[in-house]
């Protein structure tokens, strides 16, 4: 270990190691690579490697328990991920770089610094000569960018095990730590009606498309800005030519909700939307896949002691609720989690995505302070 465990530079340098290794979701050759990495660095520390093996075209999940925390004892959870958004081939777009106080690559900001930061605050206290009181889980996933699929009941029942839960996605403006998250609901709308010539016997037709056309009318109409409610079409598709009445139209969309309450107020709307015409079949499928991360009580409190650690290091850790959803929505409304441990920077999924070099310190102390005082 070095002299300084919080120095900057080795630090920085393990994150590049991990930024190199691209890792697309859809990549699970490439997952595996920078998991091997990621297990090799425990090798040497009190601690036992479990490795879950991929499924569905996604990467090998990795379950890192620390030898200390006694047996059936609730201790801390930390989930990261290891897979990115952005595409193989990308780093030569967005090589490792460091300019003034940002370092940039793909994933370094969502999520490969705040992953590494965790592990280097593990290393840390692994180091020390007092073992601290709660037992402690890593948790790296292979596809949380795709909504976490095969990692879900794996972070659920690691999470209804845990005390607390601590979340390195990154840092929003300022350093800011996230409290809570909407809810992500996703639907997919088919829709059938007849073919027809549309120029010679237009009056046969039912136009898939034009139903298609009421069907977003009210999807948009259920937008409530005010109460934080968005629905979003993104994805439309139908037709076959521009003659001939389309007989097959689609459509994904996407729901965001902050509360429980206004889910289960939405979702029978949106699953029940049915045809306007007659001879049109409108079939809506779909499901909350993550539901809303509201501030609990215990959330609350886990919050209010990692301010008071922040103070302690010298600095103000304010907090935010975010409109995207993280695994942390998968915790939340059962075990005390914190979001947004992670990196402050900015420009995740895009070109430019970097983290600020000048948070790496503050930000793996504030990791470890709370690995060493969470009872």
């Not at 300084?4 to 859809?26: D, K, M, Q, Y």
Request: aromatic letters at 6%; glycine letters at 10%; hydrophobic letters at 35%.
């Amino acid at each position: 270990m070095s002299s300084n465990p919080f120095e900057i530079a080795p630090i920085l340098e393990g994150i590049r190691r991990w930024v190199v290794i691209e890792s697309p979701t859809e990549r699970p050759d490439q997952v595996n690579k920078l998991a091997d990495v990621v297990a090799a660095g425990y090798r040497d520390l009190p601690a036992s490697v479990e490795r879950v093996a991929g499924r569905d075209g996604c990467g090998d999940h990795l379950v890192i328990r620390s030898s200390w925390g006694q047996e059936g004892v609730p201790g801390i959870l930390v989930l990261s991920h290891l897979d990115t958004v952005h595409p193989m081939g990308f780093i030569e777009r967005l090589p490792f770089k460091i300019e003034r106080d940002s370092a940039f690559g793909p994933g370094i900001y969502d999520m490969k610094g705040g992953a590494y930061l965790a592990y280097q605050a593990f290393r840390q206290i692994c180091a020390d000569d007092v073992r601290p009181p709660l037992g402690i889980t890593h948790l790296y996933v292979s596809d949380e960018e795709i909504g976490s699929p095969t990692s879900r009941s794996l972070i659920e029942a690691a999470g209804r095990q845990a005390k607390y839960v601590l979340v390195t996605e990154p840092a929003r403006k300022g350093g800011k730590v996230v409290t809570g998250r909407k809810g992500v609901a996703r639907f997919n709308v088919f829709i059938r009606g007849a073919p027809a010539h549309a120029g010679t016997r237009p009056e046969d037709g039912r136009s898939a498309i034009r139903e298609l056309g009421h069907v977003i009318q009210t999807l948009e109409a259920m937008n409530d800005l005010p109460r934080g409610i968005t629905v979003n079409v993104g994805v439309v598709r139908g037709g076959t030519r521009p003659n001939v009445i389309a007989e097959l139209a689609y459509a994904q969309v996407d729901m965001r909700v902050p509360t429980m309450s206004h889910a289960d107020e939405l979702l029978p709307k949106i699953l029940g939307i049915s045809s306007r015409t007659e001879g049109v079949r409108v079939k809506v499928s779909g499901e909350l896949n993550r539901p809303p991360y509201e501030k609990t009580s215990a959330g609350a409190a886990l919050y209010a002691h990692a301010k008071k650690l922040a103070a302690e290091l010298g600095y103000e850790l304010l907090d935010t609720f975010s409109g995207g959803g993280s695994d942390a929505n998968f915790t939340a409304p059962y075990t005390a989690t914190l979001d947004g441990l992670g990196l402050e920077g900015k420009g995740a999924h895009t070109h430019y995505e970097q983290i600020y070099i000048s948070s790496i310190e503050p930000r793996t102390r504030l990791l470890y302070r709370l690995y060493q005082t969470l009872r």
